[in-house]
C-alpha cells in the first residue's frame, strides 16, 4: 500500500523535504528536554513554512487545482438549500425592511421579533457563562497521583498562561465570541480556525462564517472530513504581501471579478484596488508522492483563474502510521477549524439546526397572519367601490380631507344608488387569536417565556415556583451550552499542541512568576477544558448554589475554605483571591487547620473563661482604685486651688489697698497744689486790684492837678487883662 519510510524521510516521494537536514538553532530548551525534542519541535516549524507548490511544475498544480476546484464546487451545491434558507432566517433575524407587491404595492410587511428575541436571549445568558468576568477561561484537569502537588502547579501554570493567550495577546476571541453566539442561535453552527500564524509568528484562533466554510452537507464531522474549504476575500495588497514574504507562488492573478464571492450580496459594477479576489483555502487529501496513498495539505488557489497559490503540509512525523514492516499505512491529518454547534439536525447531515430553521417557519406564519390583519383593517379604514356611470360625479378629484364637503350634481338617493362600497370586513378575530397561538408556541419552541425577558411572575406565586419554572425552562439552554462546551474544549486542545510546538518563553515572562516550557503542554498527563459551570447559566442560580454550601459550613463536614472559594467565585470579585490564604502565593488556598479534641477544647474554653473572669476581676479592682486614685488626686487639687485662689486674693487686697494709698496721696497732693495755684491767683488778683486801685488814684490825682492847673491858668490870665 506503501512504501518503506526511512528514518528521516518524507513520505512524499519525489519531494525533497527532508527533516533531518534542516541545521535550526532551538529557540528554547529545557534542561530535561532532549535534543531529539527540540529538533522535531524545529522541523515542525519549518514544515508550516514550506511551500510545496514551488516544487511543482505547471501541469501538476494545474491538475491538482482543477480537481480541487471541482471538489469544492459539489460541496457548494450540495449546500445551496442551506445557504438560501440562512439568507432568510438572517433577513428574519436581522428585521430587513423589505417592500411587497402582494396583495398591493407597498402592502404591509411586518415583522415580529420572534427569532430575534430567542437568539439575543441565548446570547445574553450565554456570553457571561463563557467569559467570566475574572477571564479565567482554561483550567486543567489531572489524572494520577499527585503528592508533591506539582502537577497542579503546572496545571495552575498552563490555565493561567492560555487564559491570557485567549483574552490578551488574541485580541479579538472575546468580541468573535460574542458574535458567534449570536449567528450560531440563528444559523445553527459557526466555526472557529486555531492554528499559527507564520507571518505574525503567534497563535491565532479566529471566527470562520458559516456561509464562508464550504463542506459537503452529508459529511459526518469535520475529523473523518476529506475536504473542507473556506473562503477568502484578499485585496490585492494583501496578496502582494504574501507574494513578497514568500508565502504565495509569484503568479498572475488578473483583474478581479465585481463578484465579491458571497452569493451576489455585494457585487458591484466599480472593480478598483479595493475589489477583492476570491482565494480558496482547501483542506483536503492529495497524492504528491505517487504511491496510491494520499497525504493531508492544504491548497490555496485563486478561484477565478485556477492558479495554485500555496500548498502546505497538513501533518507531521508523529502523524505518519508505520506498521511493523516499516510501511506507511495512513496519515493523522492535523485539525484547524472546530465546530461550534447549536441543535444536531434529525436528518443526520453536518450542519446543526438554529433558531432560523426551527422557528424561521412559525415566523412566517405570525408575519403573514400579522400583515392579513394589517391589510384588512387599511382596508376597512380606506373603504373603495363602484360608481355608476349615470351619476357623473366629479371625477377629477375622489378624495377627501378630514371635515371636508364637495357638491356634485345628484340628489342624495341618486348618490345611494349609484356607489356600492367594496364589502370589507373589520380584522378577524379569529386571525388575531390564531397569532396569539403561534406566538406562543415560537416561544414555547425557543424557550423565551416572557419570565425569561424579565417580567415579573403573578404577585400570589410563590419564589419556589418561580425558581422551578425558570430552571426547567433553562434546561434546553443547558444542552446547547454543554455543546459550546464542547467545541471548546476542542479548541484549547488545539491551541494546547501549538503551545507545545511554537511557545517561546520569552513572550510571556511578565504572564507568570516562574517559567513555562513547551514540554508542559503535554497531552499525555493532562486535558484542557472550559472553565465555565455548563450547569450554571445564571448569576442567580450561582449565587443560590453558593449560599447552599455556605449554610452546611455549620456541619463541620465540609471544607471551610473551599466553600468560601466557592462563594467568592460565585460574587464574581475582580481578584478575589488576595483574600483567601496562599491563594495568590500559590494558586490554592491554604489548607485548613487540624480539628483540635473536644477534651482540650473543653478545659481551654474553661481555662480562658477563668483567666476571662480573674482579668475581670482584676481590671474591677484596678478601676476601683483608680477611682479612689482618682478622687483622692481630686481633693487635693481642689485644697490646691482653693489655696491659690486665697494667696491670690491676698494678693489682690495688698495691690488694691496699695493703689488706694498711692490714690489719696496723690489726691492730697493735688488738693495742695490746688490751694497753692489758688493763693496764687488770689495774691495776683489782689495784686491786680491794688494796682488798679493805686493806677485810678494816680490818674485821679494828675486829673485834679491838671484840672488845679488849668485853673490858676485861667485866673492869671484874667489878671493879665
Given amino acids: 500500500m506503501g512504501g518503506a519510510a526511512q528514518p528521516g524521510t518524507s513520505p512524499m516521494g519525489a519531494m525533497p523535504f527532508q527533516p533531518q537536514q534542516m541545521q535550526l538553532d532551538p529557540p528554547y530548551q529545557e534542561e530535561d528536554e532532549s535534543e531529539d525534542e527540540v529538533q522535531e519541535r524545529d522541523q515542525v516549524k519549518e514544515l508550516q513554512k514550506i511551500n510545496i507548490a514551488k516544487r511543482l511544475d505547471d501541469d501538476e498544480l494545474a491538475s491538482i487545482v482543477n480537481e480541487a476546484k471541482r471538489g469544492y464546487e459539489a460541496d457548494l451545491g450540495s449546500m445551496n438549500d442551506w445557504l438560501t434558507a440562512n439568507k432568510e432566517w438572517s433577513k428574519l433575524a436581522r428585521q430587513v425592511k423589505e417592500k411587497k407587491t402582494y396583495p398591493w404595492p407597498d402592502a404591509s410587511n411586518i415583522k415580529y421579533p420572534l427569532i430575534s428575541t430567542a437568539a439575543l436571549q441565548f446570547s445574553a445568558r450565554a456570553y457571561p457563562s463563557l467569559v467570566p468576568a475574572d477571564k479565567k477561561l482554561v483550567k486543567t484537569r489531572i489524572y494520577g497521583k499527585d503528592p508533591t502537588g506539582q502537577k497542579r502547579d503546572k496545571g495552575n501554570r498552563i490555565g493561567t498562561y492560555m487564559s491570557w493567550q485567549l483574552t490578551e495577546e488574541m485580541e479579538n476571541w472575546e468580541e468573535e465570541m460574542d458574535k458567534l453566539l449570536i449567528m450560531n442561535a440563528v444559523v445553527g453552527q459557526t466555526y472557529k480556525k486555531t492554528y499559527w500564524d507564520p507571518l505574525k509568528e503567534i497563535n491565532v484562533s479566529c471566527l470562520i462564517y458559516s456561509e464562508n466554510f ?84 492544504i491548497l490555496w488557489f485563486h478561484l477565478e483563474s485556477c492558479k495554485a497559490l500555496r500548498i502546505q503540509a497538513r501533518f507531521t512525523a508523529e502523524g505518519i502510521k508505520i506498521n511493523d514492516a516499516e510501511d506507511v499505512v495512513g496519515y493523522k491529518a492535523i485539525d484547524y477549524y472546530t465546530k461550534f454547534g447549536f441543535i444536531p439536525n434529525p436528518d443526520g447531515s453536518f450542519f446543526d439546526i438554529g433558531f432560523g430553521q426551527l422557528i424561521g417557519p412559525i415566523n412566517e406564519a405570525v408575519n403573514t397572519n400579522i400583515n392579513q390583519l394589517t391589510d384588512s383593517g387599511h382596508l376597512q379604514n380606506l373603504q373603495g367601490g363602484w360608481i355608476a356611470k349615470g351619476l357623473r ?55 423565551v417565556a416572557d419570565i425569561f425577558t424579565g417580567k415579573m411572575p403573578g404577585q400570589n406565586t410563590p419564589a419556589t415556583t418561580t425558581q422551578a419554572t425558570i ?70 442560580e450561582k449565587m443560590q448554589k453558593a449560599q447552599a454550601l455556605m449554610e452546611l459550613l455549620g456541619t463541620g463536614l465540609l471544607d471551610p475554605m473551599a466553600i468560601v472559594t466557592e462563594y467568592l467565585q460565585a460574587l464574581e470579585i475582580p481578584n478575589w483571591e488576595r483574600f483567601v490564604p496562599g491563594m495568590a502565593e500559590t494558586g490554592q488556598p491554604m489548607p485548613p487547620k487540624p480539628q483540635p479534641d473536644p477534651k482540650l477544647q473543653a478545659i481551654e474554653a474553661k481555662s480562658k473563661t477563668d483567666q476571662m473572669k480573674a482579668e475581670k476581676d482584676m481590671e474591677v479592682m484596678d478601676r476601683k482604685m483608680a477611682l479612689e486614685q482618682q478622687s483622692e488626686m481630686t481633693k487635693l487639687m481642689m485644697k490646691k486651688e482653693q489655696h491659690q485662689q486665697d494667696m491670690q486674693a491676698k494678693r489682690d487686697i495688698h495691690v488694691l489697698d496699695a493703689k488706694a494709698k498711692k490714690q489719696m496721696s496723690d489726691i492730697f497732693a493735688a488738693e495742695a497744689r490746688t490751694k497753692a495755684i489758688h493763693g496764687v491767683v488770689e495774691g495776683r488778683q489782689k495784686l491786680s486790684m491794688n494796682q488798679e486801685a493805686h493806677d485810678q488814684k494816680i490818674t485821679q490825682a494828675k486829673e485834679v492837678s491838671k484840672s488845679k492847673l488849668q485853673s490858676q491858668n485861667s485866673k492869671s490870665g484874667k489878671k493879665a487883662k
Fill in 471 to 540: 430552571e426547567q425552562g433553562m434546561k434546553v439552554f443547558t444542552a446547547i451550552y454543554k455543546r459550546i462546551y464542547r467545541s471548546l474544549d476542542s479548541e484549547y486542545k488545539k491551541l494546547f499542541r501549538l503551545n507545545h510546538t511554537y511557545l517561546n518563553p520569552e513572550t510571556y515572562a511578565a504572564v507568570l512568576d516562574e517559567p513555562i516550557g513547551p514540554d508542559d503542554f503535554d497531552e499525555d498527563n493532562y486535558d484542557i477544558c472550559p472553565t465555565a459551570d455548563p450547569t450554571a447559566t445564571t448569576q442567580g
Fill in 214 to 297: 464550504i463542506i459537503d452537507y452529508w459529511t459526518r464531522d469535520l475529523q473523518n472530513s476529506m475536504r473542507h474549504s473556506e473562503i477568502h476575500l484578499m485585496t490585492n495588497q494583501k496578496i502582494e504581501e504574501l507574494k513578497l514574504r514568500d508565502y504565495f507562488l509569484d503568479v498572475d492573478l488578473g483583474s478581479p471579478t465585481a463578484n465579491k464571492g458571497d452569493g451576489g450580496k455585494n457585487e458591484s459594477s466599480v472593480i478598483d484596488f479595493t475589489t477583492p479576489y476570491t482565494i480558496i483555502e482547501q483542506h483536503t487529501w492529495l497524492d504528491l508522492d505517487d504511491d496510491g496513498l494520499r497525504e493531508p495539505y
Fill in 393 to 447: 360625479p366629479n371625477m377629477a378629484d375622489t378624495t377627501w380631507k378630514p371635515g371636508e364637503w364637495k357638491s356634485v350634481n345628484a340628489t342624495g338617493e341618486d348618490l345611494k344608488k349609484g356607489i356600492l362600497p367594496i364589502p370589507t370586513k373589520e380584522p378577524s378575530e379569529t386571525l388575531f387569536k390564531l397569532l396569539g397561538m403561534l406566538i406562543q408556541a415560537g416561544k414555547e419552541l425557543a424557550s
